[in-house]
């Protein structure tokens, strides 16, 4: 291992020690804003990175509804739960599916009037190692940005107006970084438009995932100039996380008592069935940050890029 990666490997150890101390602490009644009446919805939430965000934050005493595409994995995920002593239900959910979504957001608003905290963490990845496939390009842009964004779009009108502000947090990825060294959109002129607020818009973002799907139909995309490892993938968690700060500008004149705080974060390399449980985290570990974001007392952060606890350049 090269001089760099070693301090950089190094460096990342050392923070993921910090945090597992700072994870030891328990939040001081004057952070603590929620109560059990405090309602989050985890989507993707019958494994892996999504299953343990929702333990952690029902483990911090608040009312967390775990959503499963298919309702009876759903249902067997929360026996981890019960012995917990935890606040928690359990909803069928398929981000890809309006009619699905629709009824969430409908028996949600019955049973509990709201949400305060929508984490999107569903996703999907169909290359593995230093594989590179686009066979399932559509798919993958489909449920990681378009069924992120329709949830989004769901969920806001539902989200309880409060003193301490709704949270929304999308589980994303560094290699949908815009700015990266690596991996990133080769057209320069795209970079600044999807980088600058005044520029950014809903349908720039759209324009630029279609005509990456289109190239793939058309067997171009090779020589499109997109990011080079995983690159159906990373096209779909660029797009979340330029609407991650589109949507934080478009809620951030709401006003108090209104207000919905946005951030995306990358967990890092997990050991879940997405990874072939190759990472070099646990999904508790790369659960923190989501935990941490969802919690956050600091109303002024929104429309922010974390790893580790610590904000990153998009
Ligand atoms: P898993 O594959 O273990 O879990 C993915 C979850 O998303 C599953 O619950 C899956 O449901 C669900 N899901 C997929 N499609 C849909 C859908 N259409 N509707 C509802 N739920 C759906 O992966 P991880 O826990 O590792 O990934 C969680 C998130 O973290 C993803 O957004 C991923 O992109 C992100 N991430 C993961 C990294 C890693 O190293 N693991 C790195 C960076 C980001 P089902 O069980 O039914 O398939």
């Known amino acids: ?18 945090i597992s101390l700072l994870r030891t602490i328990a939040y001081s009644d004057h952070q603590r804003w929620w109560s059990q009446e405090t309602v989050a919805v985890v989507t993707g939430a019958n ?24 309702i009876s994995v759903g249902i067997e995920a929360t026996k981890g739960l019960q012995e917990g002593g935890f606040s928690y239900d359990v909803h ?23 949400i305060d905290i929508l984490v999107n963490n569903a996703g999907v990845n169909y290359n593995l190692g ?29 989200m309880k107006p409060s003193a301490a502000g709704a949270r929304i947090v999308n589980v994303s990825s560094r290699l949908g970084r815009l700015n990266g060294r690596r991996n990133r959109i080769q057209d320069a002129t795209l970079r600044e438009k999807l980088t600058n607020l005044e520029t950014l818009s809903e349908e720039l973002i759209d ?28 096209v779909s968690k660029l ?3 330029a609407y991650t700060r589109l949507v934080a500008k478009e809620l951030c004149d ?3 008592g209104e207000k919905i705080y946005i951030n995306c974060y990358c967990p890092g390399w997990v050991k879940t069935a997405m990874t072939g449980w190759a990472g070099n985290i646990s999904p508790e570990v790369a659960a923190d940050t989501g935990v941490w974001l969802s919690l956050l007392s600091d109303q002024a952060i929104t429309g922010k890029f974390f790893a580790e606890r610590r904000e990153i350049n998009f």
Request: a positive charge; aromatic letters at 10%; charged letters at 25%.
């Open 130 to 158: 230093f594989d590179n496939s686009v066979e399932f390009a559509r798919q993958v842009v489909d449920t990681n940005y378009y069924g992120t964004k329709n949830m989004i779009k769901a969920m806001i009108p539902a």
């Open 47 to 70: 494994r892996g990175i999504g299953f343990e965000i929702a333990r952690q934050l029902a483990g911090h005493g608040l009312t967390v509804i775990l959503t499963s595409r298919n």
């Open 239 to 241: 797009a979340v996380n």
């Open 254 to 256: 709401r006003p108090q």
């Open 1 to 18: 291992m090269s001089g760099k990666k070693e301090r950089n490997k190094e460096r990342r150890e050392k923070r993921l020690q910090e």
């Open 92 to 114: 069928q959910l398929d981000i890809l599916d309006g009619e699905s979504i629709s009824a969430f957001v409908e028996w949600i608003k019955q049973k509990y009037g709201g």
């Open 207 to 234: 324009r630029t995932v279609s005509s990456f799907l289109q190239q793939v139909e058309d067997e171009t995309w090779q020589s499109g100039g997109w990011p080079q490892t995983f690159t159906d993938y990373s």
